[in-house]
């Protein structure tokens, strides 16, 4: 099982959080010559910080962000409809070093017509909000899929196939013009919603250097089989996937939109809550039965989420959104601990092959 043998597989001493990003540990990403935090701070609308706090918000969570070893902001044009590379922007300029920064290119139906001219504005205006030269990961935010359905959009825009990532003209070749250029240093695309089996296809015939990867404790499957009885989406082990071709990954939804917080009063930032996805309900019903997981009563439940894709040494790193500086101390308290037991962990196998008491 593949929980069962987790455990053995990446052990750590437990340790506290230093004032000066002592205690932080780092991940290469992938086959690149980035070392990641294994923290990543997310500035999407889930959490809102990024997009919704005042100035002062903005920049002091940044400040203690780094302070405690986190060196990596992940932000898309889409978040905000570009508020939060526009407030990002403002907010690296006034850090006392230059972290790692990633954003995300999405395209729509009529902008496939032409994928340079598009993928380059976008990465441009990318540029110009941030106050940056160059990006040091942008990802294809859109999902991909094996047969495209022209006009059919998902999430964020269109659908796009093979074809259109790796033939002429496409992303790839878009993406490693800029590459040469000197406008972004490593590229990638989204592993999340769309065809599992379009994400492997597009990672073995392409030469990708970074996966964004659905990734959770409540659904696992981007990195194992899971029961016959377990009715969530199948990620197809694309984790795996990525580890064996030298892809990095970065981990998305680790607190599955809220369910998995422990809190069902979103905080005022949070503009992406509960309401806004159908599944939450159901997902905050499974988080409730993870709460034996927890190693005394100070721990969170978003901790237990948190330790659990830190486990897994196929993660590159951990996107985690934050409305409150709070919860930065919190996320990153997660670090360096010891991985569950082995009865806890058989105890989490059978939550999946109930599916949570759901199925």
């Not at 790839?172 to 769309?194: H, S, W």
Request: glycine share 10%; with cysteine; net charge negative.
């Amino acid at each position: 099982m593949f929980l069962l043998n987790l455990r053995n597989t990446l052990k750590i001493c437990a340790i506290g959080i230093g004032s000066s990003g002592e205690n932080m540990k780092y991940r290469q990403l992938g086959n690149t010559d980035i070392q990641i935090s294994e923290i990543g701070f997310g500035c999407g609308n889930t959490a809102g910080l990024m997009i919704w706090g005042s100035k002062a918000e903005r920049i002091k969570s940044a400040e203690h962000a780094m302070d405690l070893g986190i060196n990596y902001f992940d932000t898309a044009a889409t978040y905000g409809q570009g508020r939060s590379e526009e407030n990002l922007g403002p907010v690296l300029s006034e850090l006392s070093s230059r972290p790692l920064v990633g954003s995300k290119v999405a395209l729509q139906e009529k902008e496939l017509a032409d994928i340079p001219k598009f993928v380059r504005a976008s990465v441009e205006r990318s540029l110009s909000r941030l106050g940056l030269d160059y990006l040091d990961i942008v990802h294809l935010h859109n999902r991909v899929t094996v047969r495209r359905d022209p006009g059919k959009t998902l999430a964020i825009g269109a659908l796009l196939d093979a074809e259109q990532m790796l033939g002429d003209s496409g992303i790839q070749e878009t993406f490693e013009e800029l590459k040469k250029e000197g406008k972004l240093r490593y590229y990638g695309f989204c592993a999340f919603g769309g065809d599992p089996a379009a994400y492997h296809e597009i990672a073995d015939r392409g030469r990708f250097d970074s996966l964004l990867v659905f990734y959770n404790i409540l659904n696992p499957s981007s990195d194992r089989f899971m029961p016959d009885n377990f009715t969530q989406h199948d990620y197809g082990q694309i984790l795996s996937k990525a580890s064996e071709k030298g892809i990095g990954t970065v981990i998305l939804r680790v607190l599955e939109a809220g369910a998995l917080s422990g809190d069902a009063t979103p905080h005022e930032l949070n503009q992406g809550g509960p309401s806004s996805d159908p599944s939450y309900a159901q997902n905050a019903l499974r988080a409730n039965a993870l709460h034996f997981l927890k190693k005394d009563d100070s721990e969170t439940l978003a901790q237990v989420a948190i330790r659990f894709a830190l486990m897994n040494p196929k993660v590159s790193t951990v996107l985690v959104g934050f409305s409150e500086l709070t919860q930065i101390n919190e996320a990153v308290s997660c670090v360096g601990h010891e991985p569950f037991t082995q009865t806890q962990l058989e105890q989490l196998e059978n939550l999946y092959t109930t599916d949570f008491g759901l199925a």
